[in-house]
């Protein structure tokens, strides 16, 4: 799509004073006011708005700030129970508007809004005041992770502002970056030193960020967010992203499934983490693999459990067959895409066989916030169900645990149709588990809001099973190019290789976060997060197929 196609108008223009936030003792602005314009926008962002920390938030290369209005969609659907924050000015933004994101904006280009003309210079680095904010400890981190930041303007020409005014993007220079490729340098590939050096000379982009590039190039090292997204001391000070870990215990659930107990080494504190969410284990060729941890952060340490099938992976063999108590692991910063979506009327869980990972530390959470919950577990038998002990004693007054074990009979299997043929208004579904299970549960819940299901698979479902797949070849609209994508390989990888930078976060087909518009072509969708009416106008990159011969990508 061309640039000049992009024209927009101001749905809302915001501005805010500093004010205390909750009952934290941080004071922000980040909550704007809805104004009616026309209103000033001189050198410094709009009239009448302004930061707590002018020297951090505020200056000429921080004028005003953008958001996409279809990014609060997104929001109110994964965080339902504070919908409600999710809105215009929510974020700290000045000017909201749709058809315009961090995908398709880039560095650099000149915008006029009314009689303004303002320059993009950079993204926005979410911090720990948007946990604040929203009274969840995660916001700032899948701010960062999703890339549905926004964007910051300096302002070439002042002029006056008002809601309804045309944005259109009038000059883009010939080499763009568009923002979120930007952001997949600060955050998912920070060591790219070679990506680095170009962002140092991004003459276009404001100073500051363009230093952060510099400096990693100076001391071959990157710098360390977690002070920023946290609000707590950082955890390492050479890797952000990476960290080692000391494996203390391993013990047998089954005799296919192994827990392990992970501690920090000498010296470090573990980040935090939300119940639901998981680590990666980066293997010995370098691949890395992902796993729910099973506990609660106030025990100090990770717990996961890892499975081993006749034909497994490379993790849970390598984790099974080399891994004992002493043995040192690098594993990944936790990251959520399967949050529990507290104050719920009834948490409905169906988890099979190792799919109880996640669960087990929802339901600890559960215990404690008093939320109300009921587990079905299936699995063949008892001596196939890890953590069954554990979850009999777990599962206390607010909860009930229904074991579903078939014993090799399909026809034992849960009645999953008729279990959820009935839409409640007050229960979320999670589902983890097998393909089987996962597929069941999908269909199942068609006729239910889409942001009332959740799933968590970490095996993407375009390589369950590789014989039912084939080749087929994608067409970048904008350009023409077209790219194979090989059996064995997803959409996102290829476009990654060519140069194209998709935003995504779990890619197995759970989050959305990597969902892509296309034009034409038969698609054969594999995620179990687009709606029925979604689908018809996108895919998941990470795990759609195609039908027909060739699929136009709307890049």
Known sequence: MDYRDLTTRLVELRTGRPKPLGRSGVTSAIDKQRRSGPVWVGKLGVEGDEQAEAVIHGGPYKALLQYALHHYEAWRAEVPDIAHLFGPGGFGENLVADGLDESNVCIGDRVRVGGALLQVVQSRQPCYKLNHRFGRDF????????????????????????PGDTIAIVEREADAWPVARIQHYLYREPKNMEA????????????????????RVEAARVEDWED????????????????????????????????????????????????GAHIDVRLADGTSRHYSICNLVSDGYYEIGVGLTANGRGGAKFLHEQVAAGTRLTVSRPRNSFPAILGAETHLLI???????????????????GDRYVLHYCARDAAAAPFLD??????????????????????????????????DDGTHVYCCGPAGLMDAVHRATRHWPARRV??????P???????????????????????????????????????????????????????????????DHRDYVLSPSEQREFLTACVSRASSEIVTLDL
């Open 351 to 369: 988890a099979g066989g190792i799919g109880i990972t996640p669960f087990l530390s929802m339901i600890r959470g559960f215990e404690l916030t």
């Open 139 to 162: 916001i700032s981190r899948r701010t960062q992770e999703t890339f549905r930041t926004g964007w910051y303007y300096s302002v070439i020409e002042p002029g006056f502002v008002a």
């Open 228 to 275: 920023r997204l946290w609000n707590r001391p950082p955890v390492a000070d050479d890797e952000p992203d990476w960290f080692e870990v000391t494996v203390d215990a391993v013990h047998d659930e089954t005799a296919s499934v192994k827990g392990f107990r992970l501690s920090p080494v000498a010296g470090r504190e573990l980040p935090a983490f939300d119940p």
């Open 454 to 459: 959740h799933f968590e698979s970490f095996v």
């Open 461 to 523: 479902l375009a390589v369950k099973d590789i014989a039912d797949c084939r080749a087929f070849q994608i067409r970048i609209a904008s350009s023409g190019r077209v790219l194979d994508v090989p059996a064995d390989r997803s959409i996102l990888d290829v476009l990654r290789q060519a140069g194209l930078t998709i935003p995504s976060s779990c890619e197995s087909g759970t989050c959305g976060t990597c969902k892509v518009r296309y034009r034409d072509g038969i698609v």
């Open 196 to 215: 680095a050096r170009a962002l140092a000379n991004l003459n276009a982009m404001a100073p500051s960020l363009r230093g952060v590039f510099a400096k």
């Open 390 to 423: 554990r979850l009999a004693a777990m599962v206390g007054k607010n909860g009930t645990l229904h074991r579903h074990f078939t014993g090799g009979d399909p026809r034992a299997r849960l009645p999953v149709a008729e279990l959820l043929a009935p839409v």
